[in-house]
């Protein structure tokens, strides 16, 4: 889910040819809900923004497993890895 409109996000998308939509919360409401809409520090400037944690969740809606932080280099895999368990 991102912060980002849903024509940035249908970009990105395409961009890199996902087989599936993307969620969109401009108000981040259902972000900030998760706790991943806060405060953030980037080359000493602070400023309010999206971090990169993912909630694996079940088809019933419980929260399967979560990473608190997540690098992109092989987190397909683990999630993946996680999931067959």
Known sequence: MSA???????????????PYPML???SHDVLEAYGVWGPKKFMGREYEGTSR?????????TIHKVYPKVK????????LEDWAE
């Open 24 to 26: 969109c919360d401009e």
């Open 4 to 18: 980002d409109p849903p024509a940035k996000q249908k970009k990105f998308v395409e961009k890199q040819g996902f």
């Open 53 to 61: 944690i993912t909630y694996l969740i079940n088809e019933d809606g």
């Open 72 to 79: 992109p280099a092989g987190h397909a895999r683990q999630i």
